[in-house]
């Protein structure tokens, strides 16, 4: 199975990017995330934290904020979203995931302003645990996640 992405120059240079729908109690709406391989998890920007009324008060908190360039965010998880998403024969895929919402520290308007600039990022958990591979060749504008079958080794 092929998932296939789109390449948008964005945030400094051109990113696999994958149009998705969140689906979350009282939380709903589609996305684009950028496919991070450098990214241990997947997180939801405040801007679309915001939009998409991610309940905050239903995650678990962490316990220490991390940064992302010079803001400083707790990350609040919800275990069970689902996202959907279309395959190459426009097949609707749904997949379960744990994703983290990213709420500033500090509320200030330059902060919040800043913060809302952020992408959401598909990261490698949802890359392991989907048994997904990235082709990205950036200067043909081609993108794709790839199914790979799990290899037996041979005794």
């Not at 934290?49 to 991610?54: G, S, V």
Request: one cysteine or more; glycine letters at 8%.
């Amino acid at each position: 199975m092929k998932i296939p992405l789109t390449v948008k120059d964005v945030y400094g240079g051109p990113k696999p990017i994958m149009a998705l729908f969140l689906i979350i109690p009282h939380a709903s709406g589609p996305f684009e995330a950028v496919v991070d391989t450098g990214g241990p998890a997947t997180t939801l920007s405040p801007r679309d934290a915001d939009r998409l009324h991610f309940p905050f008060h239903a995650c678990k908190k962490e316990e220490a904020p991390h940064g992302i360039g010079a803001l400083s965010f707790y990350g609040y998880t919800f275990d069970k979203a689902e996202i959907i998403f279309s395959d190459e024969n426009k097949k609707r895929v749904r997949r379960k995931i744990p994703i983290t919402g990213l709420k500033p520290t500090k509320m200030d308007n330059a902060s919040l302003q800043r913060a809302y600039k952020l992408p959401n990022i598909l990261g490698m958990d949802f890359l392991i645990a989907n048994n997904f591979s990235l082709y990205f060749y950036p200067s043909g504008k081609i993108a794709y996640l790839q199914l790979e079958e799990e290899t037996k080794s041979v005794p």
